[in-house]
C-alpha cells in the first residue's frame, strides 16, 4: 500500500502545518494532551502518510502555525483496507440429515489463494468435514458445536474466528438434483402435463426442477410418494425453498399437503399478486389465511426467491428472502393424511397457470422453526 495521502485547505497566510495522527479518536483532548506530531514543519498542504498497516484505523488532525500561534483542524477518521477477506455462509440452526456445501472464499487485495484451512479448536458437527475451500457433508447428531476456523493465505497472513452452531430437529424432506439424469433424488408421482425438464440452471450449476412445460396442466403435480410424518405439522417445523414465478401467473401454489380423497389444502403457500403471499389453511374446518407484502427489490417474477412457512411455539411465520411478511397464532392442529406436494395444485382442482414454474431446494424440517437470522446469510471475517 503506497500510503494514506491528506489534502487540506488554508485561507491566509501561515508559517507551517503538523500532521497528527492517533489509533483512537482525538476528540474532546485538549491541545496539549495531544499525541507528538506525525510530521513538522510542512509548507506544502499536504502529506502522504506511508506508516501504516492494513486493516486499521486511523484519526488525523492538522495543526496550523503562524507567528507561533497554532489552530487546530477538525478530526477525520480513515479505514485502511483488509489484507484479505473470508465468506462463509453459516446458519444459527441446522439439522440432522442435512446435506450441506459450504464454501470458503477469500478476497483478497493482492489476489491471493487460500494456502490452508484447518479447525484450531472445538469441532466440527458431526459428518462434517473441512477441506480448503469447502465445508462438506450429512450432519448426524444433535447438539452444540463451537469450533474455530482459521484460514491462512498464500503469504502467510491468517484469519481465524468462531462459530456456534446448534444442530437440532431433522430433514425430512430435501429436494437434492442429479444434474446428469435431470431428476430430483427418491421417488416422485408426475401428473400429466408436468415435467421434470430442467432447462434453468439456478446456481453453481445446480439443475432446478420444472413443473408444467408450457400446455394445460392436470389437476395432480409431482408428488412424494413417502408421507412426512405426520408429527411434523403438529410441532415446529419449517418448510422452505427457492420459487421462480413466470409473468402471466397470479396465483399459483409452491407447496401444500392436505386430506386424503380431497382437494381441500390443509396448508399450503401460494402467491396472490406480485408483492403478496398467502399461507393458507384450513385446520378441523376452519380456515386461516395469512397474508403479506413483501417490501424488498425483487419483483417477484421472473426472478429467483427464497419463500419460508415456519410453525414455532403455535404461531405461524410467512417469510419471503428472509423477511417477515405476516404472523398469526394458531389454535388447531393440522389433520394431514395425504402426501406432500410441489406445484400449482389449488382447492377446487383446477389449475390456474400453463407457463412453467421453477423449484428448487425444497427443505422441510421437522422440529425446527427457522427465523430470519437462521437462513444463509454471507459473513465475512
Known sequence: MAGIRLEWAQFGDFDSFEVIRSSSSMAGLLDEDLPSPLATNLSKMYFVDTLIT???????????????????????????????????????????????????????IDNVDISTSSVVSGSLPMGLSLSLNE??????????????????????RSLTKIFDIQVQGSIVVNTQFDTTIDKIDGTWTLG?????????????????????????????????????????????????????RHATMTAQKLWKYG???SNTDRDSIQFTAQKSAQLYRNSSGSIMNLSGSYAGSKSLLDEWIHVAEVRKNNVAYL???????????????????????????????VMIYTDPLWIDE??????????TADYDTDMEW
Open 319 to 349: 417469510f419471503i428472502d428472509g423477511q417477515l411478511i405476516a404472523t398469526k397464532a394458531l389454535s388447531e392442529s393440522i389433520s394431514v393424511d395425504r402426501n406432500f406436494m410441489l406445484g400449482g395444485l389449488r382447492a377446487s382442482g
Open 259 to 261: 386430506n386424503t380423497g
Open 54 to 108: 492494513l486493516n486499521a484505523e486511523y484519526y488525523y488532525i492538522i495543526r496550523t502555525w503562524k507567528d507561533g500561534n497554532s489552530q487546530i483542524s477538525d478530526e477525520i477518521s480513515i479505514q485502511t483496507p483488509k489484507a484479505f477477506s473470508i465468506t462463509t455462509k453459516f446458519r444459527n440452526i441446522y439439522a440432522k440429515n442435512e446435506v450441506l456445501s459450504i464454501p470458503i472464499t477469500i478476497d483478497s
Open 192 to 244: 400429466g402435463g408436468n415435467s421434470l425438464v430442467s432447462n434453468v440452471i439456478r446456481k453453481n450449476g445446480l439443475k432446478t426442477l420444472r413443473l408444467g412445460n408450457g400446455t394445460a396442466v392436470a389437476t395432480a403435480v409431482a408428488t412424494f410418494s413417502k408421507l412426512p410424518p405426520r408429527t411434523i405439522w403438529n410441532g415446529d417445523y419449517t418448510v422452505c425453498g427457492w420459487i421462480k
Open 362 to 371: 425444497i427443505k422441510v424440517y421437522q422440529g425446527v422453526g427457522l427465523w
Open 135 to 156: 465445508i462438506t457433508g450429512t450432519i448426524t447428531t444433535d447438539g452444540s458445536y463451537s469450533f474455530g476456523l482459521e484460514v491462512v493465505d498464500n503469504n502467510g
